[in-house]
């Protein structure tokens, strides 16, 4: 397992792309929850960036930003395509389930890595925005960290396969892209306007789920959400979100296991 | 002699097109293994069946007695078509790579690069190099592990003549150290300097197989040039154990199994009153028999 961790840091770390990317990605991760405070119409909210619910805005924002990840994921793996490096590694001996899993781990440690930031970064924004200190509120919501891991496995998964599929790095951003913003919500729409049960199913879809805060956006800036936000945002994605989350993760992940396994290099 | 590569019946098509066709290949040790066919013969489809990167549609191959794996792979130093680096890694950080792969020592690594003469560029990108030390940086990642076979496709492709012979040398050094050589190429020239053993394929076909020497029957060229050429062949009808003949202008070209002793030939065409203004012996050219071979496939 460490050589193939050691196989894939030996690949990416002097990558300039992927340190920018990388980069990019981490100052805008970190400062994300001292930021949104300044968004202008986000500034009457101010429990939005305190303990509990900051837990769930912090997830609500890193959700746009794992967009990077996606990206930085599909032009990695297409790199191994287009270099043809995956060839390569399979004639220098290594097995194609090696090269399925390099990559797994990599996405898997990211994952892992930036969840712990996650923790440590929200805590922290958390304690200096709060306004009269209330340590037993602190941790009452923090089930958006797990839900952050799988988001951001669920967001790696989807673009692995699709560059997986596609091999190539324009067309895989191109077709992820597409999928997430036209083509499921236009999915969604028939579903629901022509499908018995059109709704149930079209909330499974994989976007939707992997996009799912659990939560919907317009109550918590209605009326209501001034009084009693705290009610109206649960305590993590729940049990529901998060398994579909995981059947999504396996799909896409044994999709890509069949096609570097089955498919000529 | 240990069989190092065998296979049985290997079938590759792609669509409609069949590029390997029931391939059966024996590769001794110590072998310099040519494999020989024209562009779109099925070389590289075979070297990448075996090298695990294309799936077989039937047929199987054995490395060492074992069915084709992983770690069998890694004893093995291959170069196919063209290098495959990462283009923004130095030549030490790819080779790097090879090696923890490869699980070899890291320490491989200088001598290697040393060996193909690429030290002084070793920090270098990979894309910063030219094509021959692309070429070279390949055959330094295939003589990482010190593996006992090298498979070569095509590896003095897009040299430059001195390129050709730096590449060309290197690899009789190392079949020098007893390593087995399997050699993919068109050139017949590269194949007949460099090879003991050699398989002919056309179209997916095998054609033949064996010993160079086998190939070629031990065969030698006369050439044989006089004022009167009817007479000569007439002369040489009758002479003892003389071979197939065949006219090229006023030059009769006649075909010798075995060591011609040109001194008696031209004595006994002298003793028939035939005198001889041109006497060539030349051992028969690879490049003959190869298109004698494909001829009549």
Known sequence: MMRLLKIEWNKVYSYRAFRILVGIYLVSFIALPYTMEGIPFLRNWQQLFEFPIIWFSYYFGAEFLSLALA???????????????????????????????????????????????????????????????????????AGYIPGFTMHTLGIMAFSFFVANLLRRSGLAIFAFLAWIFPIELIIRGVLVGVVKDGGMISSRLPIHVIYSSNVQTKDIFSDVAMLDINALIPNGLGWENLAWKAIWIAVFSGLSYWMILRRDL | ????????????????????????????????????????????????????????????????????????????????????????????QNLKIACLIKECSEQRIEPVLAQVGLLDRADSAFKTFSTGMKQRLAIASALLADPRVLVLDEPTNGLDPQG?????????????????????????????????????????????QGSVMDILSNQHQVEMQAAEPDALERALAALPHAGERRRQGDMIVMMVTGEPDGEAINRYLFQQGIVLRHLRIHKKRLEESFLEITAKA
């Open chain 2, 1 to 92: 002699m240990e069989t190092v590569l065998k296979t049985q019946a290997l079938s590759k098509s792609f669509g409609r097109i069949k590029a390997v066709r029931d391939l059966n290949l024996e590769v001794p040790e110590g072998a310099v293994f040519g494999i020989l066919g024209p562009n779109g013969s099925g070389k590289s489809t075979t070297l990448s069946m075996l090298m695990g990167i294309l799936r077989p549609d039937s047929g199987e191959f054995s490395w060492f007695g074992q069915p084709g794996s992983p770690e069998q792979r890694r004893q093995i130093g291959t170069l196919l078509e063209q290098p495959n680096f990462y283009p923004y890694l130095s030549a030490r």
């Open chain 2, 164 to 208: 050709i012979a730096e590449v060309r040398e290197l690899i009789l050094q190392i079949a020098e150290r007893g390593k087995t050589i399997l050699l993919a190429s068109h050139i017949l020239d590269e194949v007949e300097k460099v090879c003991t053993h050699v398989a002919v394929i056309k179209k997916g076909h095998l054609l033949a």
């Open chain 1, 71 to 141: 990206i930085l994921v599909i032009t990695l793996t297409t790199n191994e395509y287009s270099n043809r490096t995956f060839r390569q590694h399979v004639i220098d001996g290594m097995s194609r389930r090696e090269l399925f899993a390099g990559k797994m781990l990599l996405m898997g440690a990211m994952a892992l890595l930036l969840s712990v930031i996650f923790a440590i970064n929200g805590y922290i924004a958390g304690t200096l925005n709060a306004f009269i200190p209330e340590p037993e509120l602190t941790w009452t919501k």
